[in-house]
Each structure stands twice: as C-alpha cells, then as structure tokens.
C-alpha cells in the first residue's frame, strides 16, 4: 500500500516574544525603548515526528491542548511552514477548517461560492458545474443571488461546509467542524464524509470528540508534547488517552473537602448487571457506585453526585436528600448506589464530582472532584439538550381498533439503531 | 442526499489519474523555491481572476458613483495641479496644455499609489484566511494590482477625451505604452510584495506609506517634467524607477520621443527587484500565519 501522507523528523519551532517587565520608575521614552526588545522564548510545538497515512485510511489525531494537533493540521495544510524535516503528501489536499472564514458580507451567495471555491484551490470551471449541488446540499437554493450578509448564521456556515466538501480531494483534513450547523446538518456532514471515505479518500481527523474518533477512524494517533506518544486501533489508543486523563480510574480524585469522619473512596459508573463498561449510551440503564469509609459515626448523612461537561456546565444532580429515608452511616466501609433507568445525556465526556455531607451543614463532610469520567456516545438518538425517556400511545385510529392496540406501549429500542449506521439511510 | 452521493462517486471514479506529490519542507532562500513559487502561483490562476474581480465589485458594490472612482481621483488631482501649476505659477510644458501634460502622467502614478496602498495591507487585513486556507499568498497583493490595472484602463477614457478636446492626435508612438505598462506592473508588483510582507511584522510600513507616497510622487515627474530636473541631480534622480516610467508614459500618450536612458534604467532595475521581492515574500509567506 501506498502512503498518501509521510511525516518525517518533522519538528516546529514557534518564537514567543515577551514584553520585558520594567521598571516603572525609569523615564518612560527608556521603558518606551526596552519595550522593543523583547524577550524571546523558544517553544517546540512538534519535536520529532514520524508518522505516515495511508491511502484510503482514516486516522485520527487525538490528545490534550497544546500536544501539537493543530500545528500537524497546519502543517499538512500548508498554512505554515516546519522548522525543520519533511512532509510528502500525495494527492489534491483539502483542510475543512473553519469554514465560511473566507465568505464577503457584501457579496452574494453565488459570488461567495465563486470566491470560496478558488479560494479553496478550485478552478472556476469546476465550480460553475457544482454550483446547484452545492447550494443544494447548504439548503440555500432560493438565496444565491442575496447578499450573504442576510443569510442567517445557520444558512452561513452550511454553505461554507457545502463548499468545501464539494472539493473531492484526495486527502481531506478535518477539525472540529463536525461541531458546526443542527443535528439534522451535522447528520448530513457525516453522511457526506462517510461517503467521501467509501470513495477512498485518505481523511485525517483532528478532535476532541473521542466518540467521534472511535467511530470514523482505522486507526488513532496519540500526541503528547509535540511527539508521538502512541499509535493504534482507535479503542486501545483512546482508552490510553483516557487513562492519561484519569492515570488510574479511582485515584484521580482530587480531594476539595475534608475531614475525618468519613472519605469517599471511589465513585464508579456499572451497568444494572453489574458489569463496568467504558462507554454509556444515551438512555441505556446506569448504575453509579459509591464506595465509601466513615470513621466516625455520621447521622443524617446525604451523597451527591454532580455531572459536569468538559467545560464545567453542571448537567445534571443525584442527590439523596431530596427522596428517601435518612441514611445514618456506622463505622466502617460502605457502598451506596444511584439507579437511573434511562441515561439522559447526549453524547460527550462528563466528568462527576461527588460528595458526603451532613443534611444541615454548610460544609460537606468529603467532596471529590474529578472521581470519573463519564463517557456517552449516541444511542437513542434525540435532538436537543438531553434524552426525555418517553412512552408513546396511538389513540383514535380510524380504520383498524385492533391496531391501535398493538400500537401502544414502549417505544422499542432495535438493536440496529443503538448505536447510528454511518451509511446513509434516507 | 441521493443525488450527492453519486456525484462523489463518480467523482471518486474519475479521480484515479496520476496525482501530484508535494513536498513541504522547511523555507530557504533559493533559485528552486522560486520556479515552485510560480509553478504554484499558475495552479491558482483562477483563483487570481476571481479575486480581482472581487476586489472591483466590493468597491463599487454599495457606492453610488460605483465605477466613477475609478476616474474622480486622477481627474480632481488633474484640476487642482492645473490650477496650481498653469494659473497660479507656470510650468513650462512643451507643446501640450498642463492638463493633459499632468493627466497623462497621474494615470500611472494613480496606478502605481492605489495600488501600493492597498497591497501593503493585503496579507494584514486577510489574516483570517491566511491563517485557515492555504493558497500562494502572493495571490493577495496581486489581486489588487490587477484591479488597479482595470482602473488605468477606465481612467484613460478621460484621457482620450481630454486629448480630443486640447486637439492632442496620438502617434505611432503610443505603442510605447505596452512595455512601458509591463515595466510598471513589474515594479509595482515588487514593492507590493516587499511592502505587503513587512507589513506582516512591522506596521509602521502601513502607517508610514500616505506619506511615503506624498513624497514619492514630487520625487517623480508627475507634476514637472524630467528635463526640468537640474542636471546635476539627474543620475540620482533617475534611480528612483516611477521617473523613467512616469515620464516615457507621458512621452509615448502625448508622442513626445521615448527617454531610453530612463527607460533601461527603470527596467533593469524592476527586473532585478522582482524576483528577489519575490523569495523575499515567499521567505515570510512560510511562517507568515505565526505571526500575523
């Protein structure tokens, strides 16, 4: 097999300057002139690095801010230049990068798909015949000959993806863009790179959507500090992703609050069977468990768990204050679990905080942060914020009564639909 | 969603033929780097066709004198040196009125500062794209200068009827304008890239260019001619390229005869500056999305 992208000994190296600190009783045309010389820093982005892809595979790109992920994509992009190595790529290269950044408000909808695309690296040709599929697929038909400054922020940003997955290349880098439009869109984006990827183009993926990665992905590589810190089937390099994040999956805790009455040991996420999976899937049945020690006797005690996105939304609380009996804790160990039948999360990473406190007290007895990670990926698919477990029931149908029976009851969940087939099914 | 699909099939189809392999190695200053420069720059040569275009619709796109632009800055200048130079105090023209004598020469001038104007912040002011898309970024200045060419062109309509009205016939020697329009793009070209590329890093160069160019063009025969500059002063004079250029444009409209003396001095000097303005630009051009 051929390789479509070789990275060899590729190593970036970006100049910070600093302002110098000075001195604020000294002349200011003196601090004026120390302010040109600045300090400079070396910082290496990559160090190093060999990887090569290739053709027709998808690799994704995984690790924390900062590991060298946005500077492999600009690289490959062309958009900067290596300090020193050397990058081989084979084939018509496309970046989907934030896209739209290139779009003139004053400009119609057919001039900005003109310019977009030769900004792109099409040829006007080219894009004079995809001209209907494109505003076709953006959903913007009836508005080409607007200014895109009316067009809604929705309408802006399907165009531009619009624009630059017409572009057949060879190799396709993406980003985050899959972040981008409505669930209906992003549906639609998917389907789209699926498509390019049956067509056999070599896609390189950049994210942070590990759920993501796992599903599109042949193979994964894990940067750490601008190297390559491991490469791999995409389940074993993200569960040593994972494990980066949380090195051993009970001692990550960070401890916020507490004194030695009772401690938190561990807080972990079970199916009702008891088994421990490392991934959920909306509305599947959780179990979250709570081992914990007291050493002294503790009366009214209550546990919380709160769920937080990356970005520290709170999503959502189990609490036991607000049901229930009290719960008085002897001395000695412990184990208390939360039951939820249908998991409410839309896909992504949760991280849980847990804690032990008195019903009355304003401090918390022992407060974890960080205990687990969550992980969601799609299950029962729904558009919005969160799952809402539902019945549904058919009522008054004309023809058949007996058919309004068999119609009611739960909604059933078919194995085929748990988790999404990638292919196009409209 | 059907329909697309097979588009890219079949597009996939159609792709199998042999495909170009690229290289990206780290920037150097060499003769190879700049034949893969152009070999570049002519794989985006649409892309230098539809910004161009661009540049002239955002203009003239919620203006309501639109293409008249084009023409007002070289005829106001025109009108205000006639007053100043022919009513006010006189400057010996030969043969034709001052109008037409400081028109002639405010068409290339006109050219070569609106130009320079705004290719100095064309890297600058796309930074947006320059940090997301690839494509040559030479592209940028460029656009601008071929935009400005279509704006000659437009503001020489005045001209001719100027030379109708002053009964001023064109000769023969009109087909001057060719090279000598070759050899102001090519230098105009150079200075947009050196500009538009220090401009990256150090934006004194933008602040500094109304007055550069103030200075520029009484440093030019737009206003005067070239005879009328002292002898003395004329080999330092003529270093400055826009004189020969200025002046043989003149020369060839009004068909007053070719100054070759300026004219090889000019050109020799464009041809060398472009293509080192040329690695110099491709030189930034590599880490240019570092630092913008």
Known sequence: MSSDLIFSNVSKRYIVRHEVDDDATKHPWIRKLNALRKRRDEFWALRDVNFAVERGETVGIIGHNGAGKSTILKLLANITAPTSGEIVINGRLSALIEVGSGFHPELTGRENIFLNGAILGMGRREIASKLESIAEFAGVKAFLDVPVKRFSSGMYVRLGFSIASHLDPDILLLDEVLAVGDAAFQEKCLQRIEGLRRAGTTIVFISHDLAAVERICDRVILMRRGEVAATGNPRDIISLYQEQIEPSRINTMKTAVEDDRAVIESLAFYTPSGLRPSVFHTADPLVARIDYVAHEEVRDAVFEIFVRTGDLTEMC?????????????????????????????????????????????????????????????????????????????????????????????????????????????? | MALAEADLVAAG????????????????????????????????????????????????????????????????????????????????????????????????????????????????????????????????????????????????????????????????????????????????????????????????????????????????????????????????????????????????????????????????????????????????????????
């Open chain 1, 317 to 426: 609380q189990l609490t036991t204050e607000t049901s229930g009996s009290p719960i008085n804790l002897p001395v000695g160990p412990g184990t208390l679990e939360f039951h939820c039948d249908e998991l409410s999360l839309q896909p992504g990473m949760y991280h849980a905080n847990v804690c032990v406190k008195e019903r009355l007290a304003s401090e918390a007895i022992n407060w974890q942060y960080h205990a687990a990670t969550l992980r969601v990926d799609p299950g029962r698919i729904t558009r919005g914020q969160f799952y809402q477990s539902n019945r549904w029931k058919l009522l008054r149908q004309a023809h058949s009564a007996t058919s309004a029976q068999n119609g009611a009851g739960e909604a059933e969940r078919p194995p085929a639909t748990r988790r999404p087939s990638l292919t196009p099914t409209s």
């Open chain 2, 13 to 292: 189809v159609g792709r199998d033929g042999p495909r170009r392999t690229k290289v990206i190695r780290p920037v150097a200053f060499s003769i190879r780097d700049l034949w893969a420069g152009l070999m570049g720059l002519s794989a985006y040569a649409d892309l230098l066709v539809v910004l161009s275009a661009h540049r002239l619709k955002i203009r003239y796109k919620q203006s309501m004198l639109g293409i008249a632009w084009a023409v007002i800055q070289p005829v106001a200048l025109m009108l205000i040196y006639t007053l100043v130079f022919s009513v006010f105090t006189r400057i010996k023209t030969p043969g034709v009125p001052y109008a037409v004598f400081a028109y002639a020469a405010l068409l290339p001038w006109t050219f070569f500062s609106t130009s320079l104007t705004n290719a100095t912040n064309g890297l600058v002011s796309h930074a947006q794209l320059v940090t997301k898309v690839y494509f040559p970024r030479e592209i940028l200045p460029i656009s601008y200068i071929v935009a400005a060419l279509v704006d000659l062109l437009i503001a020489s309509i005045v001209m001719s009827g100027l030379m109708i009205y002053y009964h001023v016939s064109l000769t023969p020697q009109v087909l001057w304008l060719i090279p000598v329009t070759l050899v102001m793009a090519a230098f105009t070209t150079a200075c947009s890239l050196i500009f538009s590329a220090m401009q990256v890093r150090v934006r004194d160069i933008g602040m500094a260019m109304p007055l550069v160019l103030q200075l520029w063009m009484f440093g030019s025969p737009v206003v005067y001619s070239l005879r009328q500059v002292p002898e003395r002063f004329r080999d330092y004079y003529l270093l400055n390229p826009m004189v020969g250029i200025i002046e043989n444009f003149r020369a060839a409209l009004l068909g007053n005869p070719i100054d070759s003396h300026s004219l090889v001095i000019s050109t020799v000097l464009s041809v060398v500056l472009l293509p080192l303005s040329y690695l110099y630009f491709k030189r930034v051009e590599a880490t240019v999305a570092d630092v913008i």
